[in-house]
C-alpha cells in the first residue's frame, strides 16, 4: 500500500504565497508521475499542476507563471509554490502519485486534501 502525506495548506492573504508538500510512503519500487489537483466548493477536481519522472512538468493555465511544481529534499516528495495567490485559487487541494509497487504493479493513491484559502 501507499500512504500520501499533505501538508502546507492554511489561510493567507491575496499576493501571498503558501508551498504545499506530499511525502509517499509504503512499498513503492517507483513513482511515475506526482501531481496537484485542488476542487473547489461546487466544482469539479482540476489538475493545478503534474511532475514527471523525467522532470517534465505541465500546469493550468491558470496557474501558469505563479505555481512551481518540483521534487526533491525528501525522497518521493513534491511540492507546490504558490506566489501571488487569488481568491480564485481557495479549494481543497489533493496530492496525486501514480507508480508502481515493489511487485510491480502499477498504481494511483491520493492524499487526504489540505484546504488553501485566499481571502483578505
Known amino acids: 500500500q501507499v500512504h500520501l502525506v499533505e501538508s502546507g495548506g492554511g489561510l493567507v492573504q491575496p499576493g501571498g504565497s503558501l508551498e504545499l508538500s506530499c511525502t509517499a510512503s509504503?512499498?513503492?519500487?517507483?513513482?511515475?508521475?506526482m501531481a496537484w489537483y485542488r476542487q473547489a466548493l461546487g466544482k469539479e477536481r482540476e489538475l493545478v499542476a503534474r511532475?514527471?519522472?523525467?522532470?517534465?512538468?505541465e500546469y493550468a493555465d491558470s496557474v501558469k507563471g505563479r505555481f512551481t511544481i518540483s521534487r526533491g529534499g525528501v525522497q518521493n516528495t513534491v511540492y507546490l509554490q504558490m506566489n501571488n495567490l487569488r481568491p480564485e485559487d481557495t479549494a481543497v487541494y489533493f496530492c496525486?502519485?501514480?507508480?508502481?509497487?515493489?511487485?510491480?504493479?502499477?498504481?494511483?493513491?491520493w492524499g487526504q486534501g489540505t484546504q488553501v484559502t485566499v481571502s483578505s
Open positions: 496525486e502519485v501514480i507508480g508502481a509497487y515493489t511487485n510491480f504493479r502499477s498504481f494511483s493513491s
Open positions: 509504503g512499498s513503492i519500487f517507483s513513482i511515475n508521475s
Open positions: 511532475v514527471t519522472a523525467g522532470a517534465s512538468t
